[in-house]
Each structure stands twice: as structure tokens, then as C-alpha cells.
């Protein structure tokens, strides 16, 4: 689209004047569209056409917002730099439209994102049907079902301690020292559930014992197992 100040081709960029997403995309449509190569941009040309879109924006009140005129300044200002003389220092002959062009390409890479999504939504890409999948972690590893596991803690809560007569007590044993007196005498050998919980002192203890087993028994390192005397935990 040519953007001129002549009445007869002014009503014809009112009909086509495009809407733009912010400056940069103006930018980018104008270098695309005459195209030119990002990293050597001829800004007397691109100037004068983004300055033509502001004109017409102005004249049929397209509301824009300040950063197009900011840009516009940029513009302006990169033209002035590129009509002085060079300077003699190589190392000082820095190219005024380097900061524009990372800008673009940053843009341009937004713009290639927002299309590829828009693309995958159109085209029912955003969702994903699966069957569900059981994670390994999640898999029995014992030869006892989880049911006779739970029905092991339920027995032991039934059970009501003479020590727990709604009295809070310090407890004397470390989390950590009841893990690693349950996990010593796991090295040993089978551990029966019930007699090895029953003989724990406070529910806060058997929970935290009763954790560790499942704990154990998750990532693989023993085995529920049962026989004759009852469940036990042992080694994998």
C-alpha cells in the first residue's frame, strides 16, 4: 500500500489502513512488505512510509498509542546519524540501526510464536488425549493387597494405649531415631507389623514407623509379605 496526502488515494488507504500491533509490527510489515533484509535496512525509505501511516492514522483519528512516536523519533534520529560524516576511528564507526534490528528480530520471534499458537489452536491442538499412565512408583510391590496393609493400621488404632489418656507428652524419640531403629532391625530380618507397632508407646510413633514402611515399600527397597504369624515388612 502506498500511503500519499492526495484526497482520492487517502479514501483508499481509509479503506485498507491496517491495524498494527504496536510499532514494531508496523515496522516489520513495512520491511517485509517492500522486502528488505532486516540487517541492512534503507531508513530513508522505511521512514518516510512509517511517517506516511502516522498521517493517515492522524487524519481518519486511528487512535495510536505514544510508542509509535517514539519509534518515529528513533527513526528520525538514525536517519540524521546515517547522513554525518564517518568517523576516521574504525572502531568508532558503530551502525546506528544495530539496537533496531535486535529489536526487530525480537519481535519477529514473537510474531512466529503467537502464529504457531494461533495454528495449533485452529487445528485442535490445544488439549492432548491420553490414557493414563501408572507411574512405576505407583505399582504394588508387595504380595500383601493395600487393603490387609490398611486393615493392619486400623487394628492398631482400634487398640486404645492406657498412655493415651488425652494427655500430651513430650515425645523422647526423634522422628529420625524411630526410622533408623525400624530400618536396623529391617537389616536383621523380617519385621512383623503388628508386634513391632503394638509395641510402640504413642500413636505419634506408630504414624511415623507406619510412614516409613510405606515409605520403603514405594521406592522399592522392601516387600510386604505375609505367613502363618501374620504381615511383615522385609528387604528387597
Do not use: C
Amino acid at each position: 500500500m502506498e500511503y500519499t496526502d492526495s484526497a482520492t488515494e487517502v479514501a483508499e488507504v481509509r479503506l485498507r489502513l491496517p491495524v498494527f500491533d504496536g510499532p514494531l509490527d508496523l515496522l516489520l510489515h513495512l520491511i517485509r512488505k517492500n522486502k528488505i533484509d532486516i540487517y541492512d535496512i534503507p531508513v530513508q525509505a522505511v521512514t518516510e512510509q512509517y511517517m506516511a501511516y502516522l498521517r493517515a492514522a492522524e487524519e481518519f483519528n486511528l487512535s495510536l498509542g505514544t510508542e509509535f512516536f517514539e519509534l518515529a523519533a528513533t527513526l528520525l534520529a538514525i536517519k540524521a546519524r546515517l547522513l554525518l560524516p564517518k568517523p576516521a576511528a574504525p572502531e568508532e564507526d558503530v551502525d546506528p540501526r544495530e539496537e533496531l534490528v535486535v529489536r526487530l528480530q525480537e519481535w519477529e520471534a514473537v510474531k512466529e510464536l503467537q502464529r504457531r499458537i494461533s495454528e495449533g489452536l485452529a487445528a485442535g491442538e490445544d488439549y492432548l488425549e491420553k490414557k493414563p499412565t501408572v507411574l512405576p512408583s505407583a505399582r504394588l510391590r508387595t504380595d500383601v493387597q493395600w487393603a490387609r496393609l490398611a486393615r493392619v493400621w486400623e487394628r492398631l488404632q482400634e487398640e486404645k494405649p492406657q498412655d493415651e489418656v488425652r494427655v500430651v507428652v513430650r515425645e523422647d524419640i526423634s522422628p529420625v531415631l524411630l526410622r533408623a531403629r525400624f530400618r536396623a532391625a529391617l537389616r536383621q530380618g523380617p519385621v512383623y507389623l503388628t508386634e513391632y507397632l503394638g509395641a510402640l508407646t504413642t500413636r505419634l510413633q506408630r504414624i511415623t514407623v507406619f510412614l516409613d514402611v510405606l515409605e520403603l515399600v514405594r521406592i522399592g527397597t522392601a516387600i510386604v509379605a505375609e505367613d502363618a504369624h501374620g504381615i511383615y515388612v522385609g528387604e528387597k
